[in-house]
């Protein structure tokens, strides 16, 4: 694992050396560049931060070249079939000076040029640099499912990339400017969807996608993305086939990602995904197995959806022989959401961002791997959205006017209930109201919305307005939709799911907060083959079966798994916002979102912003995360644009 860079006629020797530098977080145990002065004029460099996970030696330096030293890779990943496809190489004649995944990865692209990523199991990010040519070509890549990061900068005959944003901005004439696009997509959904970023000219390459670079002409090429079948489509196995079938596929793919010459452990939460991944650990021989939870005081639960009783983690965990750390984190957040948003690259308004680097950091003292649930939800419906879609099926069964006349009027005067467990229920009624007499696309993508186009125009100062006039926050989404309107609507949430929610936000933070503790994440649910296999052999009542949800992962494991942990309700990987808006945060947003900072950023209405922090703190809307949106925008611009 580890942070790359590079560029093509920009900058020189010292630039890859800053842009390496600031990813050291990514790759503390060695560094190093390459670079090139071509006759024709053209200048090449590559730079790399290693952190050691498979052949520790100096054998694994990177950048790397082949034997004629024409062909050089700078590399961020694990190739878990890397084995397999050594020993093919071999067979052919190929010699390895080490027993990386880097040098496979180089000498595959070297034997079979660009398609060669199709063969790659894993996660990666990574650049090679082809001199065998009198016209040099930079090839770059990125993962099935976008696991790992990989942003660029694209002008005339002028490119260059890095495993993060911030990297990109120590080169000669790129300077960190507000996107007005990504700010409308970001104050719409909490995040910034790729290919987009915040910072107007840095881009990301798509998930399942590589690049050439060649001649100023940078052509990109889709070489995979999950298909799934028709609606009408004939699934003929049983369940308990396909119970049995997925169960050992999964134990398949975490087996193929335990490869390490380091210590490994695994998040456990007490979830499904979790527990199914230590039961997966211990059956595949790794005992015992080092298992991290995270917990907040009781004090900072109160009112929050989260799995806050530690004891199943803990049983689950002495259940499979695990050797466990339970970490209770009482967090200064004033000091760690500037210093988290700089590691984020981009403003990301999930509190969750918090919990997942407190948890990586703690257990870095222990492992340098950890295993992770991501990935489980969106491949097997596990969000509670997905039952809403059908509940809203039947919502719109009520006369229309009984729905806008009285219905929904009541649920949007209802208070907040912050503070209280029926916050969460609230919170889903209004997103109902809200949403529920849309079409079945529309009210997906509006259970997202955290702020709706005509909450965003009260929002804009009349500047901004202006500028973002006519941007489309949801285009890229219903363009999701319609690559798989033949399908099922349950694949097609998760479709949409897959492509935008999970690699923008969920891998986004995850990537980059255990990197922010120099720990490796690796995720067995985005085994690629075996998602391709959930997509077309099991059929969607079995992932979504009436109010339950992974249906088919609880029969999967129902004779693995302790009881509890299959009763479990689904919780996400939650942080308490509203403790912290409502104490410990306090100074900092009166302060950063203050009437005079906001007129001088001069993005929103201070009048707006003073409207939505004072109804939230009297308890009459929540307005949580969107106060988390602008105070994370705040402190991205003083990180990045001061």
């Not at 909490?190 to 290919?195: A, G, K, Q, R, T």
């Not at 990301?204 to 993305?225: C, I, M, N, T």
């Not at 407190?358 to 791997?369: C, D, G, I, P, Q």
């Not at 391709?532 to 609880?554: Q, S, Y």
Request: aromatic share 10%; glycine share 6%.
């Amino acid at each position: 694992m580890c942070g790359i860079a590079g560029t093509i006629n920009w900058g020189n020797r010292d630039t890859i050396d800053r842009m390496t530098e600031i990813q050291r977080h990514r790759g503390p145990d060695d560094g190093g560049v390459w670079d090139k002065h071509l006759p024709d004029g053209n200048y090449l460099g590559l730079g790399s931060r290693r952190l050691a996970i498979i052949d520790l030696s100096e054998a694994g330096h990177m950048p790397m070249a082949n034997e004629s030293r024409d062909i050089w890779i700078t590399y961020n990943g694990e190739i878990y079939n890397f084995q397999a496809l050594r020993k093919e190489l071999v067979a052919k004649g190929h010699t390895f000076n080490s027993h990386t995944d880097t040098e496979v990865v180089l000498r595959l692209y070297e034997t079979e040029g660009p398609d060669f990523v199709k063969r790659l199991n894993g996660m990666f990010a990574f650049a090679i640099c082809d001199l065998r040519d009198s016209r040099p070509t930079m090839m770059v890549a990125r993962d099935h499912f976008g696991i790992k990061p990989f942003y660029y900068v694209h002008r005339g005959e002028r490119f260059a990339f890095a495993s993060e944003a911030k990297a990109l901005l120590e080169i000669p004439d790129v300077r960190a400017e507000v996107d007005p696009g990504a700010l409308h997509q970001y104050l719409t959904f909490l995040w910034v969807p790729d290919p987009l970023t915040m910072f107007k000219g840095i881009e990301k390459l798509p998930a399942g996608h590589y690049a050439l670079f060649r001649d100023s002409e940078l052509k990109l090429v889709q070489y995979w993305d999950l298909q799934f079948p028709s609606a009408d489509h004939n699934f003929t196995s049983s369940e308990e086939e396909l119970s049995v079938e997925l169960r050992e596929r999964f134990s398949a793919s975490v087996r193929g990602q335990m490869v390490s010459d380091v210590p490994l452990g695994a998040f456990l939460s007490a979830g499904l995904d979790s527990s199914s991944i230590l039961a997966a650990m211990s059956a595949n021989g790794a005992e015992p197995v080092r298992t991290f939870t995270i917990a907040f005081p009781e004090k900072y639960r109160k009112g929050e959806v989260v799995l806050d009783d530690t004891r199943v983690a803990r049983r689950t965990a002495e259940y499979f022989g695990g050797h466990h750390t339970e970490i209770l984190v009482e967090p200064d957040v004033v000091d760690l959401l500037p210093k988290l948003t700089w590691h984020m690259d981009e403003p990301t308004a999930d509190p969750a961002i918090i919990a997942a680097y407190l948890v990586s950091r703690e257990a870095r003292k222990e492992v340098t791997v950890l295993l992770s649930g991501v990935g489980g939800d969106e491949l097997l419906a596990g969000y509670r959205k997905y039952q809403a879609h059908y509940l809203a099926e039947k919502y719109r069964r009520i006369p229309s006017a009984l729905r806008a006349n009285v219905v929904e009027p009541a649920v949007a005067a209802l208070p907040s209930f912050r503070g209280t467990a029926f916050k969460g229920r609230v919170r889903l009624l209004k997103k109902m109201a809200r949403s529920g007499s849309l079409s079945p696309r529309d009210r997906f993508i509006m259970d997202s919305v955290y702020l709706t186009d005509h909450q965003q125009q009260d929002l804009y100062s009349d500047d901004a307005r202006r500028v973002i006039n006519g941007e489309d926050s949801r285009g890229r989404h219903l363009s999701y939709f319609d690559s798989v309107a033949d399908c099922d609507f349950l694949n097609q949430m998760l479709y949409l799911d897959i492509k935008a929610f999970m690699v923008s936000l969920n891998l986004t933070y995850n990537d980059k907060m255990s990197m922010a503790s120099s720990v490796e994440v690796r995720v067995p649910f985005l085994d690629w083959e075996l998602a391709e296999w959930v997509a077309w052999n099991i059929p969607p009542r079995l992932k979504l079966n009436g109010g339950t949800t992974k249906h088919i992962l609880r029969r999967a494991m129902h004779s693995v798994l302790p009881p509890e942990v299959l009763r479990q309700k689904k919780a996400g990987f939650a942080a308490p916002i509203d403790y912290w808006l409502a104490n410990d945060l306090t100074e900092m947003v009166s302060d950063l979102l203050s009437e005079r900072r906001i007129r001088a950023r001069g993005f929103f209405k201070p009048e707006t912003v003073q409207r939505l922090i004072a109804q939230h703190r009297r308890g009459r809307e929540d307005w949580a995360f969107q106060i988390w949106q602008l105070l994370t925008f705040e402190l991205w611009l003083q990180n990045f644009v001061d």
